[in-house]
């Protein structure tokens, strides 16, 4: 199994982005798909959450309202796309799979995702 996560790079506080996350080796639309990020000296915190058929979705206080997480299915690709950016989304984002075939998403460890890809960092700067 392989996740790649692309599409990081440095945005304008206040900008967007968006980041995307490729699934091979892995039948995709039997897993939810989530997005993590790690800030420097901190833990790595769920961000995003979409259910395998991208019906349900989840997100972290933080970035509801400027984050929306989606999924194509017939690509095996799964998407951040980041709005109204800010100094504190500064970190290495990851995506995770778990294979979860549950119409809602529900709250879930990190430990839960058995796949994780390598990471993409996004950095927010004036």
């Known amino acids: 199994v392989q996740l790649q996560a692309s599409g990081g790079g440095w945005v304008q506080i206040g900008g967007s982005r968006v980041i995307s996350c490729a699934a091979s080796?892995?039948?995709?639309?039997?897993?939810?798909m989530g997005w993590f990020r790690q800030a420097p000296g901190k833990e790595r915190e769920s961000v995003a959450a979409i259910s395998w058929d991208g019906r349900s979705t989840r997100y972290a206080d933080s970035v509801k309202g400027r984050f929306t997480v989606s999924r194509d299915n017939s690509k095996n690709t799964v998407y951040l796309q980041m709005n109204r950016l800010k100094p504190e989304d500064t970190a290495v984002y990851y995506c995770?799979?778990?294979?979860?075939?549950?119409?809602?998403?529900?709250?879930?460890?990190?430990?839960?995702?058995?796949?994780w890809g390598q990471g993409t960092q996004v950095t927010v700067s004036s």
């Open positions: 995770a799979a778990r294979f979860d075939l549950r119409t809602t998403v529900q709250p879930t460890s990190l430990s839960e995702y058995a796949f």
């Open positions: 080796g892995l039948t995709f639309n039997r897993y939810r």
